[in-house]
T-cell receptor, first 116, second 114 residues
Framework: GAVVSQHPSRVICKSGTSVKIECRSL??????MFWYRQFPKKSLMLMAT?????????EQGVEKDKFLINHASLTLSTLTVTSAHPEDSSFYIC????????????FGPGTRLTVL | AQSVAQPEDQVNVAEGNPLTVKCTYS??????LFWYVQYPNRGLQFLLK??????LVKGSYGFEAEFNKSQTSFHLKKPSALVSDSALYFC????????????FGPGTRLSVLP
C-alpha cells in the first residue's frame, strides 16, 4: 500500500515551454501533497505544500507564478513549470500524506526535467 | 526553527561490517524523526521512523536507529552492511506542532565496498 506515482519520469523540453508533472496517490487519499526540488548530490528543498481544494502554500523564494500547483482531488496534484528555462532543470519529487496522518509522507519516484 | 545535520557527506564501509550514518537535529519540543534512502534517479524510500515509545526503532532491510534525546541524535545503524545498501540516506525531522513540515538533512552517501 501507500504508493505514489509521478508522470512523466523524465521530460526534456525547449526553453520557454511549459511542463506539467502529475503526482498521484494510487491507493490512499492524500489531503496534503508536497513538492520538492532536488539538485544533484543535494538534499530535498521543499517548494510548496498543497492541500486538496485550496491554494498551495509556497516556501520563501519559490515563485508561485512560475511553479503552478493544483491539487484538484484527493489523489492528484500537478506541478506546472511555466516558461521553463535551463536553470529550472532539476529532479522534482512529490510526496503525499494520507488523510489524517500528517506524520506519514510517501514519495513518488521523481521526475527529471531537462530544459534545453 | 527546525534543522537537521548529517555531519558526514560520505561513509565508506566494508561489506559485512557494521555501519552507522549519523544524524543530529534541532527542533522545539519532542520530534518526529525519519530515515529515508534514495537510489540513483529515484524518489525516497521510507526506512523507519520514531514517533513515540521505545527509543530503538527497527525498520526495513535490517536497519535500526536510536533516538537519543539528550544528544538530540537519531543515528542509523545496521549490524552487517551489504553492497546493495550503497545509496544516499536522508534524515528528516518534524516538530510536533500542527502545520510544521518535514525538514531534511543534507544527505549522506553510503558506499559499501565488496
Amino acid at each position: 500500500g501507500a504508493v505514489v506515482s509521478q508522470h512523466p519520469s523524465r521530460v526534456i523540453c525547449k526553453s520557454g515551454t511549459s511542463v506539467k508533472i502529475e503526482c498521484r496517490s494510487l491507493d490512499f487519499q492524500a489531503t496534503t501533497m508536497f513538492w520538492y526540488r532536488q539538485f544533484p548530490k543535494k538534499s530535498l528543498m521543499l517548494m510548496a505544500t498543497s492541500n486538496e481544494g485550496s491554494k498551495a502554500t509556497y516556501e520563501q523564494g519559490v515563485e508561485k507564478d512560475k511553479f503552478l500547483i493544483n491539487h484538484a482531488s484527493l489523489t492528484l496534484s500537478t506541478l506546472t513549470v511555466t516558461s521553463a528555462h535551463p536553470e529550472d532543470s532539476s529532479f522534482y519529487i512529490c510526496s503525499a500524506s494520507p488523510r489524517g496522518s500528517y506524520n506519514e509522507q510517501f514519495f513518488g519516484p521523481g521526475t527529471r526535467l531537462t530544459v534545453l | 526553527a527546525q534543522s537537521v545535520a548529517q555531519p558526514e557527506d560520505q561513509v565508506n564501509v566494508a561489506e559485512g561490517n557494521p555501519l552507522t550514518v549519523k544524524c543530529t537535529y534541532s527542533v522545539s519540543g519532542n520530534p518526529y524523526l525519519f530515515w529515508y534512502v534514495q537510489y540513483p534517479n529515484r524518489g525516497l524510500q521510507f526506512l523507519l521512523k520514531y514517533i513515540t515509545g521505545d527509543n530503538l526503532v527497527k525498520g526495513s532491510y535490517g536497519f535500526e536507529a536510536e533516538f537519543n534525546k539528550s544528544q538530540t541524535s537519531f543515528h542509523l545503524k545496521k549490524p552487517s552492511a551489504l553492497v546493495s545498501d550503497s545509496a544516499l540516506y536522508f534524515c528528516a525531522v518534524r516538530a510536533r506542532i500542527y502545520g510544521q513540515n518535514f525538514v531534511f538533512g543534507p544527505g549522506t552517501r553510503l558506499s559499501v565496498l565488496p
